[in-house]
């Protein structure tokens, strides 16, 4: 049995870390940590959890919940985890941050776009990206997981394998995203409110989104130079998932039984990552609820650029799910445990 | 191991119905029917399910297929099960059918209101109505289930425990009655468009809706009396859930704790039914994806009414879920197998 | 040129007024108050009036704004007008109140349902309640007008004629109401959040919405006698619309063509009541963007009680719309002058 | 007064050429055409319509409608159009087709790209396309306007004036764009249902919308070179809307101040044309119902390119309120007569 934490569990990508831990008769969930909402009752906040979670939330107390649990999942803002964690905490659990606090090993760049101070920066370097596909090996032995940004899983997933083959120019990347609601949280703001959501879209942090350069350090670790990206998320009136539709120009012709090939050698042994057939454009609902990427790519001949599409639910291989998979490689379960959920359509 | 043959596996219920059972490990789906889509993909019907159900689809011969399964659910439209079942089918499997077929005991109502010749009347009166928590005793040996509506599910759930307890007056009962889209089916028609659905609320089948009598006879059954109501379909634009708000005039004065009373007394042992908090108002969101129906009350003590609300997931506890739930009990099996499912917010 | 000042003008309803006015070529807007956004420029808190009103928000002073406006608008919260109404102020230019502070005659029923302390009871009795359709001659020398909620405009309509004609018994009437997520203001509060909205629906204020005297005291004016009624709202997953479905029970054995008869007495010379054809039911899609109310009914011989049904933008007729229709009456102006707008579909 | 026919009344962009078309005084509309609903009630397919226009839909007969009207809209499939025009109905009226008939002057292009033949490529050169802020002179003399797509409309918009000015390399050109679904028509297809849009997004048309050259073909003229795109259109799930994210490599360094001042001078006499301020993203609600493009620009220095940005209603600027901009200017009538629409918020 493994005894888990949640610190944030009250937001959306807590409550789903709740609803999927909840299904795993291995785990148990010691400690719904929460800001906002302590002292009440966890189904008071997430009715849906009405007579399945009636603890009362705890307060943000790392050092405590360190001795009572073996891993501890930080779903806070920017910055909390990183404020709290120290050598006593790591000596007794395993963390894994869904924040941003360690997810970009230079701490220069992490405080010029997130426009906060680092307090822990001594573990950035220990701290293991926790894209599974890509990182595998490292999570396994890894203390501190920094669970990866949601934009970043999907943009990296469907664009590193065609950079590390040398098929797309890698200066020439401009990703397109676009994003359900729930990706903005659960804060009371105007600009989220149904009606100032419903029926419009918009793009949001032009050339300035904080996953810019957690995007721009993993492909860079993937090609071996630095490259600079353009990345415009959109807001768009759902509540659930991101499709990343990227562009780039290609360095040679190629056909598409080649780049088939290529998803097809990154990912056929992956189980979490489907390679559409020809012709069939990834759709974010046919992933809901489940730990699925689809991807798939179209070549543009007129143009010689590629264009490579993925989709994914931003609440789950975007946050909760992904943290998960890292949990399961990190205690040497199934890497799929608890995870092979199939998508709710409608 | 069972093995389960689905008639009509591509509309909505059908597709709910795969999703719930590639869950399981103690179940074979050996035969994927569909009407529409013979000899195609199923994963080219439902891309959510690529990679997960690449079966072809078969046509609909339910006397092959009985040679073959453990049990067949047919999700197909009215008269259909009932024009092929025979007693050489129900020598050799199990039948769960979640058409209207056998839902109604009078063989005369069904025609008028469904507006059909019935073509197997001989087997009306040996289905049994799958509403599990009222009838679980015969579904353990029956051969043929009608499991029941969407609509008559969560109503007569909101409803009979005070009907059987004669707390409201059986002649007063008005069901106002709200279901997302996917109840209107998979068909191909201008109504069901996204952009004729979207922002929108009517009422429909305005005091002519063939649920109707199906309701009717389960008050009925319960309150010894004949039982006519008024019931008020409306389709809301979301995709999945039904809300039910009914009201019926009060026999006497009665207290909250009195009714909270006989609520807990009929379901604090159901696992699927959950009797929410004081003023606490279901909401169908609370049980997206699951097979949970979720009821409350509130009495007017102004009026001298009692209005009584029930949520649930039109595909899951309306439809699917419930068929499975049927299954489990027809087989012997842990009545909530495969079926705790937590509901996916938001 | 007729000079209008708007207090609460960047709510929902404010925001209608304005585009609503805007349109009309008699009309200049002197003044847009708001509370919470003073000083900033309107077109920032209403994205979509950029360079139709870059105007600067004023606070709510409606002393000082009465020198400067020949009529007053007050789209506040319940208490906002009633504590800053005074003789000098009605000396000087005429109100058109959107809040509830003036449309309930008993100040006890205001003050038990609404829970503050009314701080000027002595205008109640003048002012007039602007449901247009029933008290157009009053209306016409009113100083104060009491815009009628959404719920009530609705409801009253739809039910009436036929409460007027003897048709139904006054007792029996349930009023099942749907409204769009705008009528819930635009507040920043978690539960009107996207996410929580999106993909829902349920009921609020059972048995206590506010809305529930005033329709009780205009049925109750209609009837003679003193009426309760059972009202129950929901919240709907769309931007705008209301629909009614209201339940009575028949006094005697009807015809379709004596009730429709009924309808059309009362409403063929109405502008903005559509009385739809037989069968057809009332969408909140058909008047959207509209000053329409579109109605019908369904007689069920079986339960002897018809289902009277209405549709409106809550928005318009339920809110601007109607308001502008007051002011359209007290100014002398055709009615329907600048609000015979065309319902927008999709 | 102006007679009009509309060829196609009864598709989205048909019905809101009756809407727009309704709230003039000095037009009469003569003809609703439709082929799928020929003798029934307008109003029984857009019940929007109901009082307001209850006229019957007529076949098709370019020819015959000629005689009545002084000009006919045709809001039909591609090769429609092309299949009736002949000189003895452009002796007796004007043409407005929104469809592709003769937006594209190349005939192999658009035979290439439609997969049909065009049946009268003899008007292909003298049509005039009628995007009128770049060819308003030609428009004012023109028999047959080729009304711009919905896409090409608000990606040239958003683009032209850059590449004009020689600002951004044309061969760089990416066109990511959005759309609300009434886009896809009204024909019956599963794909358009509810629950198959709702809550989802995704790309379609990838490299081979029958945009694209149309697009290139604006961009080319202006440029004075031959330009190929990229153009990626996503289905959203809202009713209306259109918005183009689009990149392009800046030719040299610029400045925020030097690339506003260019949309300046380009739109600030524009009534329809809005260039936001600065850090402003268009959002489809805010243009909802009018005639107005959103416009704005985010220079990204770190990657030396530039974002455009639009937003438009597609059945407004992008269909039928550009189609009424161009009759206005070819009778002579103030460009923005009936179109001085305020956009509806929420």
Known sequence: MINVGIIGSTGYAGGELVRLLLQRED????????????????????QNMFQLVDNICMDDNMGELANQVDVIFTATPQGFCASLLNED???????????????????????????????????????????????????????????????????TLAIYPLIKEGIIDAGSIIIDAKSGTSGAGRGAKVGNLYCEVNESIKAYGVSNHRHTPEIEEQLSLVSGGEIKINFTPHLVPMNRGILITAYGNLQRVVSYEEIKGIYDKYYKNEYFVRVLEKGVCPETKWVEGSNYVDVNFQIDPRTNRIIMMGAMDNLVKGAAGQAIQNMNIMFGLEENKGLKLVPMFP
């Open 27 to 46: 785990i148990v969930i010691k400690w719904f940590g929460s800001k906002s909402y302590i002292d009440k009752r966890y189904s008071d906040i997430f």
């Open 89 to 155: 905490i790591l000596g007794k659990t395993k963390i894994i941050d869904l924040s941003a606090d360690y997810r970009i090993k230079d701490v220069n760049i992490y405080e010029e776009w997130y426009g906060i101070k680092h307090e822990s920066p001594q573990f950035i370097q220990e701290a293991v990206y926790g894209l599974c596909e890509i990182n595998r090996d490292q999570i396994k032995s890894a203390r501190i997981i920094a669970n990866p940004g949601c934009y970043p899983t999907c943009s």
